[in-house]
T-cell receptor, first 109, second 112 residues
């Protein structure tokens, strides 16, 4: 089955620093989604980005499909960015998403 | 207003009992899903439904039974509960096989 590897597993930043989160997957994915999980547990979709680059605010997602990798860049981090970031992929065989293990981000003031 | 409602938010159950987790979505989507997140495993897919029909089942145990009484409802019945069933159960929805899946707030289940 599909496998999704995220790195680093955890990351600690000082407020204002940038972060680069990586996602590598084992097979071609026609769907790729980045999520943010609040410390309280709620999951929020950040990007649907199976290929190319997308921006929203301080976040940038870049997916290189044929290299089976995606990245999430957070610029000028804030304490409110603290939480866990998940990458998830899906294919045409079904609608399910396969999640990576996540990157736990802590931004200190 | 929340577009995907999950009830209850927290649930404590005793081993061997049966519980039903409720999910309703008001996004007009035709596909709904259940995922589980436990301390031991990452978020994992359980079921997908489209137009109230089961599309995919990745749950090995028949103790987990999804129930779809309406297009925008997908409940999860869990029987003979075990402590290992303790997890947060997330409901999600999307237009079938397209783009973004949206997740509900989750039901946190603790089995004692």
């Amino acid at each position: 089955g599909q496998q999704v590897q995220q790195s680093p597993a955890s990351l600690v930043l000082q407020e204002g620093e940038n972060a680069e989160l990586q996602c590598n997957f084992s097979s071609t994915a026609t769907r790729l989604q980045w999520f943010y999980q609040h410390p309280g547990g709620r999951l929020v979709s950040l990007f649907y980005n199976p290929s190319g680059t997308k921006h929203t605010g301080r976040l940038t997602s870049t997916t290189v499909t044929n290299e089976r990798r995606s990245s999430l860049h957070i610029s000028s981090s804030q304490t409110t960015d603290s939480g866990t970031y998940f990458c998830a992929i899906g294919d045409n065989a079904g609608a399910k998403l396969t999640f990576g293990g996540g990157t736990r981000l802590t931004v200190r003031p | 207003d929340p577009k995907i409602i999950q009830k209850p938010k927290y649930l404590v159950a005793v081993t061997g009992s049966e519980k039903i987790l409720i999910c309703e979505q008001y996004l007009g989507h035709n596909a709904m899903y259940w995922y589980r997140q436990s301390a031991k495993k990452p978020l994992e897919f359980m079921f997908s439904y489209s137009y109230q029909k089961l599309m995919d089942n990745q749950t090995a145990s028949s103790r987990f039974q999804p129930q779809s009484s309406k297009k925008n409802h997908l409940d999860l019945q869990i029987t003979a509960l075990k402590p290992d069933d303790s997890a947060t159960y997330f409901c999600a929805s999307s237009q079938f096989n397209q783009d973004t899946q949206y997740f509900g707030p989750g039901t946190r289940l603790l089995v004692l």
